[in-house]
């Protein structure tokens, strides 16, 4: 398996740092990067081969990774076209649905499309993958091993779904972070310095997140579990219920996900 990653910004960093941790040879990589500095700086970290063309950058490969921006690819994906023949495609390129991909390719299907999340770039990402019919067993379990080096992952039987995993998990880190935010934000105002309040919210997040990951029991009922009659979590859980705290969390990402259908919509036009 020899990988050719388009574009080498942090995804493209994260999947190379990852890979080379899990033991995959550095002499298997290369990355096709128009920025000097930013070819430089993946050489001296990584140690893999490096260009500009994109000719040079694919003419031993047999697996394509496009990590450029979307409004990138129409132009790249138009280049890349006559120098394919049997490479795997795979995209992380954010709202670019295959129908468009394949269209720029000139109608080459040998595609699968992966969302991966920001946490990609410290190996705790979960990603969400999409193949067309073409792509064979093996073909997903290569794009499993490099896009697993950073995390876990999830595939989806309708590329429609991708949308929702844009919705929860590539969103989700900044919810997380917004919640963190408000709770930090509490502490203060309850007298707590800003480092006290970083770490109790931190800490408490990382515990929570670990303890509904160990447990059998579900997310509801190990709340339920903390939540005393006449407690102060039942207090405020019950503030948040009166002002609809969670139907207004689903109400959002309903709403993520609805844009994440119009960014797709978008580009299928051009």
């Not at 031993?60 to 890349?80: F, G, Y």
């Amino acid at each position: 398996m020899n990988v050719t990653f388009i574009g080498g910004g942090n995804i493209t960093s994260a999947l190379i740092g990852g890979l080379l941790q899990k033991g995959f040879p550095a002499a298997q990589i290369c990355v096709v990067e128009i920025n000097s500095t930013a070819r430089r700086k993946i050489k001296n970290d990584y140690g893999v081969k490096v260009t500009e063309k994109l000719i040079d950058g694919i003419v031993n490969s047999n697996i394509i990774l496009l990590a450029v921006k979307p409004q990138q690819l129409p132009s790249v994906a138009q280049e890349l076209s006559p120098l394919l023949k049997t490479h795997l495609i795979i995209s992380v390129v954010a709202g670019i649905r295959t129908k468009e991909i394949c269209r720029w390719l000139c109608g080459y299907t040998r595609v699968i499309r992966a969302m991966p999340n920001t946490p990609a770039l410290i190996r705790a990402a979960i990603t969400g993958l999409f193949a067309l019919p073409k792509i064979n067993k093996q073909d997903k379990n290569h794009a499993e091993t490099i896009m697993k080096s950073v995390g876990s992952v999830l595939w989806v039987e309708q590329e429609e779904q991708l949308d929702a995993v844009t919705a929860i998990s590539g969103s989700g880190p900044a919810y997380i972070f917004y919640f963190m935010e408000a709770i930090e934000n509490a502490g203060r105002e309850l007298g707590l310095n800003i480092t006290q309040s970083h770490q109790l919210s931190l800490e408490t997040f990382l515990g929570a997140a670990k303890l509904v990951h160990i447990s059998k029991e579900t997310p509801t009922a190990l709340r339920s579990k903390v939540t005393s009659k006449n407690g102060t979590t039942e207090y405020a859980i019950k503030a948040m219920e009166n002002t609809e705290t969670g139907k207004k969390i689903i109400h959002a990402i309903h709403l993520a996900h609805k844009r994440s259908k119009e960014i797709g919509d978008e580009f299928s036009t051009k």
